[in-house]
């Protein structure tokens, strides 16, 4: 379980900022992709293929840079993550609402 100190030291570095802003920003080539993709019956465009590469590398930069941060991951593999319930409702509030720490 998370601190309320250690939370607040994990929201104030930078790279836990950036990560979530690279989460945000990953929303634009994933909602391109499925918007403009099913037009391209054959085979795949290259800015398909571009578009994918982009959503992967913000991806794993994102994820990167939260665990240098000091989010709490538990492993390290696609199936796990997170498993802190504050730490996952704190990603959730920031992504939606960025909000600095009250420290700051």
Same mark, same amino acid.
């Given at each position: 379980?998370?601190?309320?100190?250690?939370?607040?030291?994990?929201r104030?570095?930078?790279?836990?900022?950036?990560?979530?802003?690279?989460?945000?920003?990953?929303?634009?080539?994933?909602?391109?992709?499925?918007?403009?993709?099913? @037009?391209?019956?054959t085979?795949?465009?290259?800015?398909?293929?571009?578009?994918?590469?982009?959503?992967?590398?913000?991806?794993?930069?994102?994820?990167?840079?939260?665990?240098?941060?000091?989010?709490?991951?538990? @492993?390290? @593999?696609?199936?796990? @993550?997170?498993?802190?319930?504050?730490?996952?409702?704190?990603?959730?509030?920031?992504?939606?609402?960025?909000?600095?720490?009250?420290?700051?």
């Amino acid at each position: 379980m998370v601190s309320d100190e250690e939370l607040a030291q994990i929201r104030g570095k930078r790279s836990y900022r950036t990560a979530i802003w690279l989460a945000r920003l990953n929303v634009i080539p994933v909602v391109l992709t499925f918007w403009l993709a099913p @037009g391209d019956r054959t085979t795949p465009a290259p800015w398909v293929l571009a578009l994918v590469l982009l959503i992967f590398a913000l991806i794993v930069t994102g994820l990167l840079l939260a665990r240098r941060a000091g989010v709490p991951f538990r @492993g390290f @593999g696609p199936f796990q @993550g997170v498993h802190d319930p504050r730490m996952v409702w704190q990603i959730c509030k920031d992504f939606f609402w960025f909000r600095r720490p009250e420290s700051e």
